[in-house]
């Protein structure tokens, strides 16, 4: 079996996306996950560049425990007519003491006119001195040929030259990078055919941008060409359209290639670590990531669902569970008893088939109300339990209030609810920024007492839409919440005519639905005794 090297750059090149900034602590929290997920590089920053990236390369010799990556520092060559030896940047790479160190050069001749402004071979001979100097002090250099593909439209000599440099100066991975993003797969296909037939000795890697929406299908089509190291990004991070997603790269050549790339029993691990992943990096992941995304084996239509119950591999690529993932159902009125039955059986809750045509009905008069359980599971779920008798064990509402006050230009939301919780009347009052988050952090605080886990529920998005008034009564608003835990996110649903009183049925649901999950009691709806759940 071929190994395919993969080298993360999630840290470095990832963290070029908008609206993506790291802590140190937020770099080495990643670099675990991405050594648990067992991938054979982490490039961890830019040493000597900014503050930021020095501290994480100096917490990294003590504090990361790597059992399957190898670390990598990532920097530019020597300046032009300067000295390796006395370069800082050279200096600051071999000071951040990783093995290895990827050194990146301008292998596009326009930009060594252009950005270096030196001649061409200058420009190689910076590359040369700067991999035979760090590895005569030791390390073990990769070479990232910047601009390669655009160079090589232009001046193949002289991209080939800049790889040869690297090459006989001791560089281990010559990196083809496409860093402007605009190449196709069969520009890529023919190209590294080209490189590996001038260069039969070295080890080739690549490194695509999405650009053309091509990073993956590239890199794919590079492996088949002859490279052996594939660098990316989790979930696509990088600046503009992102850097070839890791998530789709490891399954395909995986388990559709038939190459050996993470360890083969950490795939199952790759659905986990790319929400984390997002979860510190704090960007909601789109759900229609392939592989792993929410939806990227979810199905919709009733006829389809029943199908998919008898023969699942009819209607999926591949078993969900092999990247972590798993088989969604989600309801709409459209669906029938065998939909419900499946989407009961996803939350871990068994129904008789009356039970289901229970839920159907009372689903329809619901939806007839403007409720939709399409992005609700976490609601779809409190009235699966309900159909079955059970009632939510946490607390009851004697009553809430909300008053918005304009004071001194500012606009303060204060919010008191009244509960009882295990009998005791519990009154707390909290203030947001609106009304719906200071009813969120009052129901929190009369819960946080007995149910310590409310800390762990996070309300993550929220959503507002007017429903149309179609038999002349007061128009109702739908609002939609989504909530998450360490554990994965739901939905849930609330719809009224009052604004406030349909965003506390979702909020309420949610807080619910993340106390159910805490308790562990979302697989067959039994207590462990912790949180007095009960399950008829
Ligand atoms: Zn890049």
């Known amino acids: 079996m071929t190994t395919l090297e993969i080298y993360d750059t999630t840290l470095r090149d990832g963290t070029q996306q908008e609206g993506i900034s790291l802590t140190a602590g937020d770099k080495l929290a990643i670099s675990q996950l991405l050594d648990e997920l067992g991938v054979a590089y982490v490039e961890g920053g830019w040493p000597g560049a900014n503050p930021k990236d020095d501290e994480f390369f100096q917490r990294a010799r003590r504090e990361l425990d790597f059992t399957t990556a190898t670390l990598v520092a990532f920097g530019s060559t020597r300046r032009a007519g300067r000295n390796a030896a006395s370069d800082a940047q050279l200096a600051a790479l071999i000071a951040a003491e990783t093995e290895v160190i990827c050194l990146v050069g301008k292998s596009w001749d326009y930009h060594v006119e252009h950005a270096l402004r030196t001649d061409q071979q200058e420009a190689v001979a910076m590359i040369g001195d700067s991999v035979e100097y760090l590895r005569s002090v030791d390390r073990r250099v990769f070479f990232d040929a910047e601009h390669f593909f655009d160079g090589y439209r232009t001046n193949p000599e002289f991209a080939l030259d800049t790889l040869r440099a690297a090459h006989e100066s001791g560089a281990e991975r010559l990196v083809l990078c496409d860093t402007n993003g605009g190449t196709l797969p069969h520009e890529v296909d023919r190209v590294v055919r080209e490189v590996a037939a001038a260069l039969p000795e070295a080890a080739l890697g690549c490194h695509f941008h999405n650009d053309a929406g091509t990073a993956v299908a590239n890199s794919l089509t590079a492996a088949t060409a002859g490279i052996m190291q594939i660098q990316g990004c989790i979930n696509g991070y990088g600046e503009r359209t992102g850097n070839a997603d890791l998530c789709s790269v490891i399954p395909n050549v995986s388990l559709k290639m038939g190459y050996a790339s993470i360890p083969e029993d950490r795939l199952s691990h790759l659905t986990r670590v790319s929400h984390h992943i997002a979860e510190i990096i704090n960007l909601t992941l789109d759900d229609h990531l392939p592989y792993v995304g929410v939806s990227a084996f979810t199905h919709k239509a009733g006829l389809h669902t029943s199908a998919l119950a008898r023969r699942p591999d009819a209607y999926e690529h591949l078993p969900p569970d092999a990247v972590g993932n798993s088989t969604r159902t989600v309801v709409s009125e459209l669906a029938g008893r065998s939909t419900i039955l499946a989407k009961a059986q996803d939350t871990g809750l068994e129904l008789s088939s009356e039970e289901a045509q229970v839920v159907v009905d009372r689903i329809k008069e619901l939806e007839h109300d403007g409720y ?165």
């Open 372 to 536: 939709h359980f399409e992005a609700a599971d976490g609601s779809f779920e409190l009235l699966v339990r309900e159909s079955q008798g059970w009632k939510q064990p946490f607390f009851s509402l004697e009553s809430y209030r909300v008053f918005v006050e304009h004071r001194d230009g500012e606009v303060v939301a204060e919010a008191t609810v009244k509960v009882y919780v295990g009998g005791e009347r519990i009154v707390t009052t909290r203030e947001g920024d609106g009304p719906v988050a200071a009813i969120d952090l009052a129901l929190r605080a009369a819960l946080a007492h007995d149910y310590p886990q409310v800390a762990r529920i996070h309300l993550t998005d929220y959503r507002v839409r007017d429903l149309d008034s179609s038999d002349g009564t007061a128009a109702r608003v739908r609002v939609l919440c989504q909530h998450r835990d360490v554990d994965g996110s739901w939905g849930t649903i609330g719809v009224h005519q009052n604004i406030i009183d349909a965003s506390w049925r979702a909020v309420c649901d949610g807080i619910v639905v993340g106390l159910i999950r805490a308790n562990g009691a979302s697989n067959g709806g039994n207590s462990n005794g912790s949180g007095g759940l009960q399950s008829e």
